[in-house]
């Protein structure tokens, strides 16, 4: 009817397109409130500041930090996002001020993927309730406690025999690495594990990676959702709406098997009851509740997404930088045999001896810095950061890699140097570490983390000498852009000690 109008028959694509710059620039051409932030440089229509930032946005976020001091605002096609840099900014914002920095956006992203369930998505009282509940069913399963460290232990033996089936030659183990991290979690939320090769689970694993991938803040979709009504699927949102679809189908069968085990008597302890517990009993009560089977549903999205590639990706950097720096390879695996041996698995209990291993874990997650951004944050009403007007409902992105990789806190900070993190012989982590975010919405996940991440590097070096495939092409330090930094995929060997 449009292309009638026009007079010319214009192509459904091109009509779709002209469709779309219109409502953008219409969009773009809202007034900035008065006292913003400054901005890096002049706003374009429709595409606002995305062309100052291009492929390499990390990078040039840091250069306009240094240009426009920690506190700036950009226009993200025609959605106005306030970035927050800086150690004492962030903390301004996120702790002093937590309650209201703590919402996510309902719009944009969020609004496409219809987020509106679970933990990661949600705002208010449905956040609240949910988190809290989340978090509490998995204290009571000993979260960052020694039952947890048990479960993590029985995960590693089969990692392990993975390993030792490799013999030493060269492979990619992203996907095995991630099995395993997953499998952590699915221990926790399923009360069980999954074989490696078992076909159904490599494939949500895989989707979950590519959705990782395509909901991160470097796609277009993330700033101009409306490119799903284009025909064809050019920027991939229809993808990441059917790789949504498909994994909340997967995570309502895993709930509904979880149903039919524990009407015959076959479930053990998981998330999942707890959960379904907690619902009930609360209906029972006649207490107004936000547990819903709607929610449970989006709190094993969450978990999974949450907890499987951000551990798995961290251990693919600490492989990484222990083939860049086999010295600090040979210091991590001399402290693992001077406090537990060569033949003694590790527990949880051997982290208060093994404070060089400790330090290298968190020189890993800050040098990687694998979520630069956190996952954005909304301001719920108008208020002041640094004498600058932040106006309610506008977009708040944490720079946390400022923060990371700020030389005026960490000295040389694009060096991995796991001896900052060390005082007089003892692990000393400093508040500016924020790799699990800060404030009330930071990382629930972190103590879970924190001992995986421990378990399995200390179980992968006290056996194994991590090598390159070929020592004259050590892979590069880079990564693929996601919603997650994860390291390009690389080959390495492990090669067992005792034949080292
Ligand atoms: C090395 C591993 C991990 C890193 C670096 C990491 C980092 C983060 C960061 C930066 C955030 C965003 C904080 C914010 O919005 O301000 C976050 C949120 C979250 N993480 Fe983690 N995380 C890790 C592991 C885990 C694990 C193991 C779990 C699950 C057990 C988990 C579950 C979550 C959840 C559910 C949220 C959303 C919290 C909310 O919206 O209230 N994470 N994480």
Known sequence: MFSSFVGFDLPPLLLAAAVLFVTLLLRSWGQAPANLPPFPGRSVPVLGHLLLLGAEARERLLEIRKKTGNIFSMYFGGTLVIVLSGFEVLKEAMVKQGDVFVDRPAEGLTGILRVKTGIIGTSGSTWKENRGATFQILRSFGL????????????????????????????????????????????????????????????????????????????????????????GDFFRTKRLLQLSAEITKRMKNFIEHMREQ?????????????YIEKMEEKQRSGEQTELTMHHLERVVFDLFVGGSETTATTLLWFYLYMIHFPDIQEKVYEEIVREIGTTRSPTGQDKLGLSYVKAVLLETQRLASISPFGIPHRCNRE??????????????????????????????????????????????????????????????????????????????????????????????????????????????????????
């Open 144 to 231: 960052g406690k020694d039952v947890m460290s048990q479960r993590i232990v029985e995960e590693i033996k089969f990692y392990m025999g993975y390993l030792e089936g490799l013999a030493g030659k060269a492979a990619n183990v992203q996907d095995i690495t991630t099995c395993a991290a997953s499998n952590v979690t699915c221990r926790i939320v399923l009360g069980k594990r999954f074989n490696y090769d078992d076909s159904d689970f490599v494939t949500l694993l895989r989707y979950l990676h590519e959705y990782m991938t395509l909901v991160g803040g470097g796609n277009f979709h993330t700033w101009f959702p409306q490119v799903r009504y284009l025909p």
């Open 262 to 274: 524990e009407k015959n008597g076959l479930a053990a302890s998981n998330l999942i009851s707890s």
């Open 383 to 500: 208020t002041t950061i640094a004498g600058y007007t932040i106006p309610k409902d506008v977009e708040i992105l944490l720079h946390l890699d400022s923060v990371m990789l700020d030389d005026q806190i960490w000295d040389n900070a694009k060096m991995f140097r796991p001896e900052r993190f060390l005082k007089d012989g003892k692990l000393s982590c400093p508040e500016f570490f924020v790799a699990f975010g800060l404030g009330k919405r930071s990382c629930p996940g972190e103590a879970l983390a924190k001992i995986e991440l421990f378990l399995f590097a200390v179980s992968v070096v006290q056996k194994f000498k991590i090598v390159p495939a070929d020592p004259d092409n050590i892979p590069p330090r880079d990564y693929e852009r996601g919603a997650t930094c994860c390291p390009l995929p690389f080959s390495i060997r492990f090669v067992a000690r005792s034949a080292a």
